[in-house]
């Protein structure tokens, strides 16, 4: 597609110098980064990335927008979602989730991390307009039906195995530290070692008190769903320290929301594992906690950062760009470069994506043109 160019560049990791302009091959392939623009350079109002990567996003429950009110907080959320979730025509759903990829591909985001209980999403991953990293989750608590519940997840993984494409990957993961039993993480474990595991993670409060001291909300929600906890004992410790002991450091490790989690977590995640990425979804955890996660201690703890935007159950849009500018009301001291590298680079790395998420001779992370990013509401726009 030729020369571009524009007043910045962002590379996924840092501004490049003024006048730095991209040689793109047709297929949007970086051939080569130069100093200055030549006679044949196209120059664009705005900033210049690579595509966004959104790591953490529920495609199959895209027909749910709007379901649950904002700031229930988590418990009441997660009890009205399977409530609800098969309310809807096998079309509703369809429609739902092919505008919700259409948004997200013309948001200018190239890659996703997406949760799948169903092979609904079969559909949207064949269109192949984005790099595509299914997580097929499991849930169990009932210690005696960990086998049952990892062989419905082994065929709902098979069957996206089985689907071709060199853009397309798969893992099975393990829902939430109170939706999994230890019997059940060590199997998820053992399926496949190198794959990444995505998990949520402390996205309640509820959530380390059933693990300290088995109370709370999360007490209350496994009996509505009448699941007998009586075999599970109270660690003492938080629910990310105390479920690490059942997987193994070997896996690439994306923990997403963090909403609740502590210092002493993220420490104890950084000195057991090799590969550790911290998933943000501000704009979910604004509507359902109303809260968000501690950033500055992450930063202070040098945690890798990536972003993603749940589902739109709860979140009004699909858009990296619009999470990052959220982040960026509240948190006004994290400049651009930091914020984009979230958005971009750091989503890519913990997708295990090195083709995308830089802008680089040989990589081909699309494209994308951003405008207004000092405004309330900035754009994205995909140019390659
Ligand atoms: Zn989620």
């Not at 519940?149 to 069957?159: L, M």
Request: net charge negative; charged share 20%; glycine share 6%.
């Amino acid at each position: 597609m030729g020369f571009i160019t524009a007043q910045r560049i962002h590379n996924g990791h840092k501004w490049l110098p003024e006048g730095a302009t991209l040689e793109l091959a047709d297929d949007g392939a970086v051939i080569a980064i130069h100093d200055t623009p030549n006679k044949d350079t196209i120059e664009y109002d705005g900033i210049l990335a690579p595509g966004f990567v959104n790591a953490h996003c529920h495609l199959e429950l895209s027909h749910m927008k709007g379901l649950v009110p904002e700031h229930t907080g988590l418990i009441p959320f997660l009890k009205t979602i399977p409530k609800h979730r098969n309310d809807y025509t096998d079309e509703q759903k369809k429609s739902a989730r092919h505008n919700a990829y259409d948004e997200l591909v013309q948001n200018g985001v190239v890659a996703v991390g997406d949760i799948a209980n169903t092979t609904d999403t079969l559909d949207v991953r064949a269109l192949g307009k984005l790099n595509y990293y299914t997580f097929v989750e499991t849930i169990g608590f009932t210690e005696a039906n960990a086998q049952r519940a990892f062989g419905f997840a082994v065929s709902t993984y098979e069957t996206f195995a089985a689907q071709q494409g060199e853009w397309l990957k798969q893992a099975i993961i393990p829902h939430a530290p109170y939706s999994v039993s230890s019997p059940l993480f060590r199997l998820i474990d053992a399926h496949a070692g190198d794959v990444v595991i995505s998990i949520h993670n402390q996205e309640s409060e509820e959530e380390n008190k059933f693990y300290t001291k088995k109370e709370g909300g999360v007490r209350d929600l496994l009996q509505s769903l009448g699941v007998d906890d009586s075999f599970f004992t109270p660690t003492g410790l938080s629910s990310l320290q105390s479920y690490l002991e059942w997987l193994s450091p070997s896996h690439p490790f994306i923990f997403v929301h963090n909403t609740y989690t502590r210092r002493q977590d993220v420490q104890f995640a950084h000195s057991r594992l090799k590969d550790v990425y911290w998933c943000l979804c501000p704009k979910a955890n604004l509507y359902i906690e109303n809260t968000l996660p501690d950033i500055d201690m992450f930063m202070s703890e040098n945690a890798n950062i990536c972003i993603g935007t749940d589902s739109l159950a709860s979140n009004h849009e699909l858009s990296i760009l619009s999470e990052l500018t959220s982040i960026k009301e509240r948190y006004p001291n994290i400049s651009w470069k930091t914020l984009l590298t979230w958005g971009t680079r750091n989503g890519a790395l913990a997708l295990q994506m090195p083709d995308i998420g830089t802008i680089e001779p040989g990589k081909k992370p699309g494209i994308v043109k951003i405008t207004g990013i000092d405004t309330a509401s900035p754009e994205a726009k995909r140019l390659a």
